[in-house]
């Protein structure tokens, strides 16, 4: 049976054994939902990002206007994309809030996963239009004016893109969001771009009007292993893959709690930014069910702990003399009417 693992509150001078995992910090589980705080960080990124993204290419639009240059042309429609790309994002963040209901029972963290397939399209669409500008370059060599502009507005972009990369992708790691991570790559490579610019229009200065296309066709290969890897990483949420390592906790946090005989099936989904975890474990066989429903509490209570990104777990119970899928498995019976079936 499944025994209930009801919300609990704890502080620092719980008489428990695992002080060591709280990190001095007062804390609970299940009252106020970790999700909460973690969703408020990232919609604080995706607006200061926002922020950044278009001033740095409004900043270069100005340049472009002057300047004709069509690679700077090409880096300033891909910072105004990425900043675009802040809209999906924001609007995952603030659904994540809402709550669970009857038809969305799991609420709604799996939008930011969706948000993140716009981001690594995105990244693909940038890549193209890498490729075909500097392919057209090579072919269609043209003169840039205000050389020393061009080298600006393309540093500008560098350093634009490269602050709001790194605020995305660290704060992104801490709260496990895969869609912020793969957007901050995407602010990346429209970084590499603007440096490719720089290199171009050096190039231009120095006499080698085709170091432009050539040094953008190696950043275009760059961009196109960034959407690789951003798209291994959020196809792989959606087909509910975990890194196996989580699997491996949850089994290793089960020798921290006494009375946990063995642990018989996990299962492990992320939902946005939170993992939400099912799992079975066996108990003695001679235990109260008052008994069993405490090493359960205590069992979750203990992964709360040890994963970082966990936001719930239904701990199901069953005993020594009936453990395993095989005791959960009826056999080829009918009724109603129905074919012969089993379940």
Same mark, same amino acid.
């Given at each position: 049976?499944?025994?209930?693992?009801?919300?609990?509150?704890?502080?620092?001078?719980?008489?428990?054994?695992?002080?060591?995992?709280?990190?001095?910090?007062? !804390?609970?589980?299940?009252?106020?939902?970790?999700?909460?705080?973690?969703?408020?960080?990232?919609?604080?990124? $995706?607006?200061?990002?926002?922020?950044?993204?278009?001033?740095?290419?409004?900043?270069?639009?100005?340049? $472009?206007?002057?300047?004709?240059?069509?690679?700077?042309?090409?880096?300033?429609?891909?910072?105004?994309?990425?900043?675009?790309?802040?809209?999906?994002?924001?609007?995952?963040?603030?659904?994540?809030?809402?709550?669970?209901?009857?038809?969305?029972?799991?609420?709604?963290?799996? +939008?930011?996963?969706?948000?993140?397939?716009?981001? $690594?399209?995105?990244?693909?669409?940038?890549?193209?239009?890498?490729?075909?500008?500097?392919?057209?370059?090579?072919? !269609?060599?043209?003169? +840039?004016?205000?050389?020393?502009?061009?080298?600006?507005?393309?540093?500008?972009?560098?350093?634009?893109?490269?602050?709001?990369?790194?605020?995305?992708?660290?704060?992104?790691?801490?709260?496990?969001?895969?869609?912020?991570?793969?957007?901050?790559?995407?602010?990346?490579?429209?970084?590499?771009?603007?440096?490719? +610019?720089?290199?171009?229009?050096?190039?231009?200065?120095?006499?080698?009007?085709?170091?432009?296309?050539?040094?953008?066709?190696?950043?275009?290969?760059?961009?196109?292993?960034?959407?690789?890897?951003?798209?291994?990483?959020?196809?792989?949420?959606?087909?509910?893959?975990?890194?196996?390592?989580?699997?491996?906790?949850?089994?290793?946090?089960?020798?921290?709690?006494?009375?946990?005989?063995?642990?018989?099936?996990?299962?492990?989904?992320?939902?946005? !930014?939170?993992? !939400?975890?099912?799992?079975?474990?066996?108990?003695?066989?001679?235990?109260? $069910?008052?008994?069993?429903?405490?090493?359960?509490?205590?069992?979750?209570?203990?992964?709360?702990?040890?994963?970082?990104?966990?936001?719930?777990?239904?701990?199901?119970?069953?005993?020594?003399?009936?453990?395993?899928?095989?005791?959960?498995?009826?056999?080829?019976?009918?009724?109603?009417?129905?074919?012969?079936?089993?379940?």
């Amino acid at each position: 049976m499944i025994l209930p693992t009801e919300n609990h509150e704890h502080h620092e001078d719980d008489d428990h054994d695992h002080h060591n995992h709280h990190h001095g910090h007062t !804390h609970t589980h299940g009252i106020v939902d970790p999700s909460i705080l973690t969703t408020e960080q990232g919609i604080r990124v $995706v607006k200061w990002s926002f922020a950044g993204l278009f001033v740095t290419a409004s900043i270069q639009v100005i340049i $472009v206007y002057y300047s004709g240059s069509i690679a700077l042309l090409a880096d300033t429609i891909h910072n105004f994309g990425d900043a675009l790309t802040a809209i999906p994002l924001l609007f995952a963040f603030m659904l994540a809030k809402w709550k669970p209901t009857k038809r969305f029972t799991y609420g709604y963290g799996r +939008v930011e996963d969706l948000a993140g397939v716009f981001v $690594v399209l995105m990244i693909l669409v940038s890549a193209l239009v890498a490729g075909y500008v500097s392919i057209d370059r090579l072919f !269609h060599p043209q003169e +840039v004016t205000f050389l020393w502009a061009v080298a600006a507005a393309a540093i500008v972009g560098f350093i634009g893109n490269e602050g709001v990369a790194q605020l995305r992708i660290r704060v992104g790691k801490e709260i496990g969001s895969a869609a912020l991570i793969a957007d901050g790559y995407h602010a990346r490579t429209d970084g590499w771009t603007s440096l490719a +610019v720089l290199i171009g229009a050096t190039g231009v200065y120095l006499g080698f009007p085709l170091a432009d296309p050539v040094i953008g066709l190696i950043i275009t290969v760059m961009i196109f292993w960034i959407v690789w890897d951003s798209a291994k990483m959020i196809f792989t949420r959606l087909l509910d893959g975990v890194d196996p390592a989580v699997t491996d906790e949850i089994r290793h946090t089960a020798g921290h709690v006494k009375g946990v005989v063995e642990i018989t099936e996990v299962r492990i989904r992320w939902l946005g !930014h939170r993992l !939400h975890a099912e799992i079975n474990i066996t108990v003695g066989s001679s235990l109260s $069910v008052e008994s069993g429903h405490a090493i359960a509490k205590e069992f979750r209570h203990e992964l709360l702990h040890h994963l970082r990104y966990l936001s719930d777990a239904t701990i199901h119970v069953d005993p020594v003399s009936a453990s395993g899928q095989d005791y959960h498995h009826i056999a080829e019976h009918d009724h109603d009417g129905l074919p012969v079936h089993s379940h």
